[in-house]
C-alpha cells in the first residue's frame, strides 16, 4: 500500500484518510473546499477532531456551541495563524461557508469530559525551527499542552531550497521519555501550486522506504519511521501535520546517521 494519497483537484472532499483506509489505529484527516453559502454536517461520534479554517471565513455549530464567521486567512501561507475549533466526541457540527473557503477535519478517539471550544490565532504558538538551508516556521495549533484526548495539530511552512522534518527523525516506539508511538499524516500545500516536494518514509531496517514526488493537496501518511521532506528551490511548502498514539506527548528520535548536523 503506497503512503501517498493523492488530493483531488475538484470537489467538495480534497482528500480524506481514515483509521481503515491508512490501517492504522487513531489518526484520521479530512480535507474540504467548500463554495459560498455550502454547508457540510457530521457526527464526531466516538472521535474528537480539531477543525482547522485553512482559508476563508466559516461558522462552526457543535452541539450547543457556535461560532460565528471565523477565519481570515486568504492562503495558507498568509503569514498568520489559522482559526480552529476542538470538538469532543459525541457532537453534532455543522460548517458553513462566507465565500470560497477551505477547512482541514483533523480526527482521533476521544473520550474525555472536554468541552467544545474555539482556538484563536493569538493562542497558538508560533516559532522558527532550524537554521539556515533547515530553517522552517511553525505554528501550534493544538500541542500537547492545551487539553485534547490524543489529537496533535500543527502546521509548518518551508521555503523553498529548505529542507523540513530534519534531521530525520521518527516517533514509532512507545519509549517515554525517549520516544512516544503517534501516527501522522502530513497535507502538503504548494506555492505556486504548480509546485512539488519530496518525502520519503523509512525505517532504520528498510523494511520501509518509500520516496514520494507531492503535489498540492496531497497526504503522506507516516504509520513509523523517518519522514523528512525537501522543497525545491521556487516553491515554498506547507503542510499540517495531525498526529495521535496511546498516549499525547511528542517525543522523537533522531535519524543516528544525520544527526552530526546538529553539532554545527
Not at 480534497?14 to 489505529?25: K, N
Not at 521519555?177 to 512539488?196: A, W
Request: hydrophobic residues 35%.
Amino acid at each position: 500500500m503506497s503512503l501517498l494519497v493523492k488530493g483531488h483537484a475538484l470537489g467538495r472532499e480534497i482528500v480524506s484518510v481514515t483509521p481503515q483506509s491508512a490501517h492504522w489505529r487513531f489518526v484520521g484527516f479530512t480535507a474540504y473546499r467548500l463554495a459560498a453559502a455550502e454547508k457540510i454536517h457530521f457526527d464526531t461520534a466516538q472521535r474528537e477532531v480539531c477543525i482547522v479554517v485553512l482559508r476563508g471565513v466559516v461558522s462552526v455549530q457543535a452541539g450547543a456551541h457556535a461560532w460565528k464567521e471565523i477565519g481570515e486567512r486568504q492562503s495558507v501561507f498568509d503569514q498568520s495563524s489559522p482559526y480552529a475549533v476542538y470538538v469532543p466526541h459525541s457532537h453534532a457540527v455543522t460548517v458553513s461557508a462566507h465565500g470560497d473557503a477551505e477547512i482541514a477535519v483533523c480526527s482521533a478517539p476521544g473520550h474525555g469530559d472536554l468541552s467544545a471550544r474555539l482556538i484563536e490565532p493569538g493562542m497558538a504558538k508560533r516559532s522558527v525551527r532550524g537554521q539556515g538551508s533547515n530553517t522552517r516556521y511553525v505554528c501550534d495549533i493544538l500541542p500537547q499542552t492545551e487539553p485534547a484526548d490524543h489529537l496533535l495539530v500543527v502546521e509548518v511552512v518551508t521555503p523553498g531550497g529548505h529542507s523540513s522534518s530534519y534531521p530525520p527523525h521518527k516517533h514509532d516506539t512507545d519509549n517515554l521519555p525517549q520516544e512516544s508511538f503517534l501516527e501522522e499524516t502530513y497535507y502538503h500545500r504548494l506555492n505556486p501550486p504548480q509546485g512539488f516536494a519530496f518525502q520519503r518514509v523509512y525505517t532504520d531496517d528498510r523494511s520501509l522506504d518509500e520516496s514520494m514526488a507531492v503535489e498540492n493537496h496531497d497526504v503522506v501518511m507516516v504509520p513509523r519511521g523517518y519522514h523528512p521532506v525537501v522543497a525545491p528551490h521556487g516553491y515554498d511548502s506547507y503542510y499540517l501535520n495531525v498526529m495521535a498514539g496511546p498516549r499525547r506527548e511528542w517525543h522523537f528520535k533522531n535519524d543516528p546517521a544525520h544527526e552530526w548536523m546538529l553539532q554545527r
